[in-house]
């Protein structure tokens, strides 16, 4: 997501860059430019309009236009206004600049009411939430459907429950949306529930019935959150979905799906500051695990191409293991680096999103992802990098310069590659072998001065860095 939007804004900050002194008159025309690019990423046009006028408003100041270096300031400004757009504070440390957590602070069982129209990814999230509050704030959690006209929607969440390992309520046929929701938060009160998950039921459009139904649960069940689950790749209809959802149902939080979509990430510029409530959680893949706070001030730093490093650090803490990387620094410290732990290393890469999702979290390299795919770095070039080393035996894993030419015709028709693919595997290999070897001559104390620099190898013909 946002990436037409991020290159887009990245080309007008770089025109601004290069000029020695801007004029009132460069400003303006820069943000009309800013203006575009956001209606044309479906930004609402009265958010759009609020920005622009705010961003004016500060960057024409004397301050600006007198200082050293004027273009750098206009993107600061720029970037304080998407901050606050999306719901943060400029200015602070991280830390005062966090995520909204889930409001949990109530008498248990909490009542989390998930509401959305059909198709938005209320039902997986639901899922994704409770492995979330049950591994990460070890609490237990109970999940009921309320939906009772999509076939097998109920039956949908039992699956999901027994995948992740949370209680969900038993399937009464016939029963009514209300009297479910009434039985979920009875069993909660019986059972000792922390927290009771509440996935009502969708339609393809919003209407008179949907909300009535979403309004009585509310009122029966009085939750702590009402969490909007919204499709981040929907645009502007999304922001009227949030807008309609907060007038009726009153809205605390938004949780935004397919974030890792090609969406022009519109909505989530939007529904903010249309409803006032916050984005809570964003859904950043498919797998049960892949669900993340929203922190404005990273989004904003993505979006300008600044990167997202805190993020990155924060999900290789959570996939990488420490057993592994004690055991590769191990390696490493004795100038060791066979096949088995390149397989390793692209499985972890796998694990945190892929080549695409770290490089869009790295500052600067944005503007080189054509330049990737051009060159093939992709995370399909991954996996074919981990069908080849599959394909070889241990011993030849443990052992590369073992292979000669017929093993090499045996992996690659084993892998369903070329001979040319596992010779680039392998030249690959012996460079990172040999860098390893170098960081144990520099010892630890030189290791961090005396880094070694990317090999040229390791780069695909034509790529630059």
Do not use: Y
């Not at 009411?113 to 990814?121: F, P, T």
């Not at 599959?390 to 892998?415: D, L, Q, Y």
């Amino acid at each position: 997501m946002f990436e037409g939007l991020s290159g887009r804004l990245g080309d007008i900050f770089d025109r601004l860059r290069k000029r020695g002194a801007l004029t009132e008159a460069d400003v303006g025309a820069a943000l009309r430019e800013v203006r575009v690019a956001l209606l044309e990423a479906d930004v609402a046009l009265p958010v759009v309009k609020d920005f622009v006028d705010k961003a004016r408003e500060r960057a024409v100041g004397a301050e600006v236009l007198r200082s050293v270096t004027p273009g750098q300031q206009v993107i600061k400004i720029v970037h304080d206004c998407l901050i606050e757009m999306l719901g943060g504070t400029p200015g602070e440390a991280p830390d005062l600049n966090a995520a909204t957590p889930i409001n949990l602070i109530a008498v248990p069982p909490v009542p989390v009411l998930m509401v959305g129209l059909q198709g938005s990814g209320k039902t997986t999230t639901t899922g994704k939430l409770a492995l979330r509050l049950k591994d990460r704030d070890n609490r237990k959690v109970l999940m009921a459907s309320l939906d009772t006209r999509r076939p097998a929607a109920q039956e949908q969440l039992k699956i999901l429950g027994e995948q992740i390992g949370v209680t969900t309520l038993p399937i009464v046929p016939g029963q009514e949306p209300l009297a479910i929701a009434r039985r979920a938060m009875e069993r909660g009160r019986l059972e000792g529930f922390d927290v009771v998950l509440l996935d009502t039921a969708g339609r393809l459009a919003i209407d008179e019935e949907l909300m009535a139904e979403v309004v009585a649960i509310r009122d029966a069940t009085k939750p702590t959150e009402t969490l909007l689950v919204a499709d981040a790749m929907t645009g502007q209809d999304a922001v009227n979905v949030a807008r309609t959802f907060h007038e009726r149902v009153g809205v605390t939080g938004i949780v935004l799906t397919r974030v890792d979509g090609d969406s022009r990430g519109g909505a989530a510029l939007s529904m903010r500051a249309v409803t006032g409530q916050p984005i809570k959680l964003i859904g950043v893949g498919e797998k049960m695990d892949a669900l993340e706070l929203f922190h404005p001030d990273r989004i904003a730093n993505r979006i300008l191409g600044m990167g997202d490093v805190v993020s990155l650090v924060e999900r290789a803490a959570q996939t990488i293991e420490k057993a592994d990387a004690e055991k590769l620094a191990a390696k490493i410290q004795k100038g060791e680096f066979d096949l088995e732990d390149l397989a390793s290393q692209l499985r972890q890469m796998r694990k945190m999103g892929g080549l695409q999702g770290l490089m869009g979290m790295l500052p600067g390299v944005g503007k080189i992802k054509d330049q990737m795919k051009t060159a093939g770095m992709d995370d399909k070039m991954i996996k074919r990098q981990e069908a080849i080393i599959s394909s070889m035996t241990p011993i030849e894993r443990r052992n590369p310069k073992i292979i000669h030419a017929k093993r090499k015709v045996r992996i690659a028709a084993g892998s369903g590659t070329s001979v040319q693919d596992v010779n680039k595997l392998l030249k690959q290999h012996q460079q990172m072998a040999d860098m390893m070897k170098r960081m144990k001559k520099l010892g630890k104390a030189g290791m961090m001065r005396g880094m070694p620099k990317l090999p040229p190898g390791m780069l695909p013909p034509g790529f630059k860095m």
